[in-house]
């Protein structure tokens, strides 16, 4: 099943059982779909496009809890911890910590990167690898760590 017939099916689920906040979260998952099909020019998304997509959706939500809580705005960071919680529902599975510093040491040692000035090359290769399934912080600083360790 697509994203996008999960999102409908999901979206029936939601009104039928009045959950208020799935109802926000699937809609703005909705729209977004349909935004990136019309610029895409009626084109289907790509499963990659669709967790590129999804992965925006959550980070603004994240920046707005940061900010709502930086104002202490308790109030409205909930409901976006709310959406958050169902729009990660439909990522895959994020890697640990371990098995994403294993892919950073290949990259490395494939690049033959010896010092911090060569991040660029590793975070090349270990961001096509990891696309959508890492933090790219994450990497980043564990790609800069390593480096200066060798």
Do not use: C, F, H, W
Not at 100 to 118: F, N
Not at 122 to 138: F, S, Y
Request: no cysteine; net charge neutral.
């Amino acid at each position: 099943m697509s994203l996008e017939q999960s999102i409908m099916a999901d979206l029936k689920t939601a009104m039928l059982t009045k959950n208020e906040a799935g109802l926000r979260a699937i809609r703005a998952i909705k729209s977004a779909i349909l935004l990136a099909k019309t610029s895409a020019g009626g084109k289907e998304l790509s499963e990659e496009d669709e967790v590129k997509m999804l992965q925006k959706l959550v980070k603004q939500r994240q920046e707005s809890i940061s900010i709502y809580e930086t104002q202490q705005r308790e109030d409205l960071a909930a409901p976006e911890r709310e959406e958050v919680a169902i729009i990660s529902k439909y990522l895959p599975e994020m890697m640990s910590e371990e098995d994403v510093r294993k892919a950073v040491k290949a990259a490395i040692e494939q690049t033959g990167a010896k010092s911090p000035a060569e991040m660029g090359k590793v975070m090349g290769v270990v961001t096509k690898a990891l696309a959508g399934k890492a933090d790219n912080k994450m990497v980043s600083a564990l790609v800069k760590e390593l480096l200066n360790l060798s």
